[in-house]
């Protein structure tokens, strides 16, 4: 399976400021997914990112809070912009397994961010 | 809406116990997964169910699909302390959406 690397593992940040997360992936992949999860919560989709096209976004969910990049095929970024606390959230990459979602996902360490 | 509904959310077992955790889905689907996240961690596959019937089993855990019903389950046999953690099913709709359930957080008491 798609190994991935997500950093930075843990941020805290003041409010008003912008985050990057990085995730590299050492195989290409068609689609890349990224997740937010609450304190104690489940994981919510925030948006699917396709290589070449704009990413697309679940309800409640905005390009301008979220934007995301997809450079290629290895590689995507999740910006948390203009954060406040409740942006405090464990925020996963995943990608399908080789051969598709027949194999599962893999997901990434997990950045976990502390607004302030 | 899609709704991934796990019962009971929280649970508290003895060692050497067995239950069940229960997943239900509220739409059609015949490829349900399911994860395990220990604290502070990413989440580890644990079973790929792909068919309506399918049973996947690895050491104390065993996964089922029923996907006529919308259900799965994972059953915990003769339960250790290892295998205290959050356990989450989803459920893959069409291959570009998945949904994860509210979590199970299982802790084993020794």
């Known amino acids: 399976s798609a190994v991935i690397s997500q950093k930075p593992s843990r941020d805290i940040c003041q409010r008003g400021t912008s985050l990057t997360i990085q995730c590299q992936v050492d195989s290409q992949v068609t689609m890349m997914f990224w997740y937010r999860q609450q304190p104690g919560q489940s994981l919510t989709l925030i948006a699917t990112a396709n290589q070449g096209s704009e990413a697309t976004y679940e309800s409640g969910f905005v390009i301008d809070k979220f934007p995301i990049s997809r450079p290629n095929l290895t590689f995507s970024t999740l910006t948390v912009s203009n954060m406040s606390p409740e942006d405090s959230s464990i925020y996963l990459c995943?990608?399908?397994?080789?051969?598709?979602?027949?194999?599962?996902?893999?997901f990434g360490s997990g950045t976990r961010l502390t607004v302030v | 809406e899609l709704k991934v509904e796990q019962n009971p959310l929280f649970l508290s077992m003895q060692e050497g116990k067995n239950y069940t955790i229960y997943c239900n889905y509220s739409?059609?689907?015949?490829?349900l997964y399911w994860y395990r996240q220990d604290p502070g961690k990413s989440l580890e596959s644990l079973f790929v169910?792909?068919?309506?019937?399918a049973v996947k089993q690895e050491g104390r855990l065993m996964a089922s699909l029923d996907t006529k019903a919308r259900l799965s389950t994972l059953h915990i046999t003769a339960a250790v302390h290892d295998l205290s953690a959050t356990y989450f099913c989803a459920v893959d709709t069409d291959g570009n959406q998945f949904y994860f359930g509210t979590g199970t957080s299982l802790t084993v008491i020794p």
């Open positions: 739409t059609t689907s015949d490829r």
């Open positions: 995943s990608v399908e397994g080789q051969g598709g979602s027949f194999y599962g996902y893999t």
């Open positions: 169910l792909l068919s309506n019937g």
